[in-house]
Structures are given as C-alpha cells and as structure tokens.
C-alpha cells in the first residue's frame, strides 16, 4: 500500500518513458544521463566479461577434459601477447570507469553558483524543507522548472538517506553536519523522495515529494500561499496535520497498536504516563512539545520527537480537537472556522 506521507504522487510511468530503461525510471534532472551512461557502461561491460569468461572455461573444461590416448597433458609455455592483454584491458577498463565516475561525481556535487538552496531536515519519519526566507514545507517541497536547487540536509536525530530515483541523486544525511547535493529539474511533475537508510520502525513511510513547478508558483509557495493555509476549524487542521506532519506514522485513530498509543478514545482519560490527571489540553501540549516528560508504559523507547518550536498554539490545539473528535469528545467550538 501506499504510505499517506505519498499520497498524490504520480503512478510509476511505463518502463520505456524519456531516458528511462527496463531497470532504470525515467531521467528527470540534467545530470541524471551521466550516472546512466556510466551505469549502463559498466553493466554492459560486465555482461561481456562475464560471457567471454564463462565461454571460455566451457571451452577449455571441453578442451582438456580427461582422453584414453593421452597419458600427460602438454606443458604449456609463456604467452608474451596474452600476458600483457589481461594487464592492458583491465587497466584501461578502471582507468575508464574512475574517470567517468570522477567526472559524473564532479558534477553532481558541486553546484552551479546560481543554484538556489533549500533546507532538508530529515527526523524519524519525516523530511520538512525550508526556504531560504523561512518559509516551511512538511513532507513536499515546490521548485522551480530548469533551475539548479542546492539541498543543504542535516538529520535531527538517527541516518537517513535522501533518495529520489528520477533524479540520480541518493545521499546519506547525518547528524550534526551537513551534506549537499544539487539537481535541475527539465521538466514540471511531482516526483517521489524515499528514505533508503534504514532508521527505524516506519522507515518505509519515510517518504516526501518534490514538486517541480513554473516559476509562479514557485514564487507562490515561497510566499506561502501554497500547502493549504486557508483558515480551518481546529478538528479540519488537527486532521490534516495528523498526515502532514506524519502523526499516523506512529499514532492510529481507529485503535490499533503502533508505534505510539493510538489516539482514539484517549480523551478524558487518565493521563498515560502520568500518576494523576486526565487527559486533556495541557497534557496533549506537554505531550507534543515535551514528550521526555511522560514514560508512558509499553512505549519506553521514547521513539516521540519533540515538536517544540515546530507546531504553534494554534496546531497543537489543532492536534488536541482532533484528539478529541476520534474520542467521540468534539465540541461545537472545535467546528467553527476561526475569521
Ligand atoms: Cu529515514 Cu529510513
């Protein structure tokens, strides 16, 4: 199934779409057919290798297999020519895939100097990007079409590896230092970010996706006007928070068991993790911006990020309403479209 952190992403397209192969998507970034080329290349030049060696012990098991009227084989001698051939092709073989891969390896990592750059935080299970003006996008990115996008990425907490196959590009991102990597983008589409270093239980959901877009609506979404900021009833934008900010990732709404407790029916009750109280508003903040302050049983791991300075008041009482509609506890107030 397809986690909700890629919902609207393009289906796969046919195998045999722009620059793409039987085993490779399609190339959608300018340095995508240089990695291809050399791939290609050294796929192909295995494949040869590997027949040519297999014909020949074939060959030779055929050759020298055991003959009655034979009692000793014949010594064999020094071949000038054959010696310096398996020296010479292979050389010339690695010194051709070193100097493609330096040059393919060049461009990749070194920017063009008119690149704009975009920050990548990447923290279990979810990737946000911020522009350079501050603007924040949780799970989806917008840039713009034919221009080189420099990806400035540190991780919050454990490895991750940012990975989008249309692009070539694929890169670990660390703790505590960061690590780049660029692209340019030909053409408009949405295209699917996967997290390929395995960090945990929802690593698979670990997903994000680039919108490569004209450059108003990049301009748009620099402003923020794009990615839903219309003014929302508290329930409407704790529901939608819920998947953008990657919630469901652990938390479940229908009573199933997750990573983290299920969230339904949770309202009012005694407050997990807690001697005394119940849950209410001040627990769900404290639980959302400071989750070390409750162990809660069965869930000691403290897999919970801490979302201070990430979510304001307004979406953490958001998350709380929403809380309290999947307990069946909603009030008219969380209906009303705050003017
Ligand atoms: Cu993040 Cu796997």
Known sequence: TTPDSLAGAPTRQSFWTEGGSLWLPPQESTTAHEIDGLFNFILYASIILTIIVAA???????KYRRQSHVDRPVDVHESKWLE?????????????????????????????????????????????????NGIQGFGEIW????????????SQDVLHSFYVPEFRIKHDVIPNRYAYVWFEAPRVGTYQVLCTEYCGTAHSNMGALIHVVDRDTYYAALRGEIGNNEP??????????????????CHSVDGTAGVGPSWQNIWG????????GVVDDA??????????????????NGNMPSYDGQLNEEQVAGLAAYIREVSGAATEADRVVPT
């Open 283 to 300: 627990y769900i903040a404290e639980a959302i911006l400071y989750p070390q302050a409750y162990i809660v049983p069965g869930y000691e």
């Open 84 to 132: 310096m051939s398996w020296i010479v092709v292979p050389t010339l073989l690695v010194l051709v895939v070193f100097f493609w891969g330096f040059r393919a390896y060049v461009g990749t990592a070194i920017p063009p100097s008119d690149a704009i750059t975009v920050n990548v935080k990447a923290q279990k299970w979810a990737w946000t990007f911020e522009y350079q």
């Open 269 to 276: 009750q005694p407050r997990p993790g807690s001697e005394s």
């Open 56 to 62: 020949a012990m074939v060959y030779f098991v055929w």
């Open 143 to 154: 840039v713009p079409v034919g221009t080189p996008v420099r990806l400035e990425m540190t």
């Open 232 to 249: 929302q009833a508290p329930v409407d934008l704790g529901e939608q928070l819920y998947t953008q900010r990657n919630c469901n990732t």
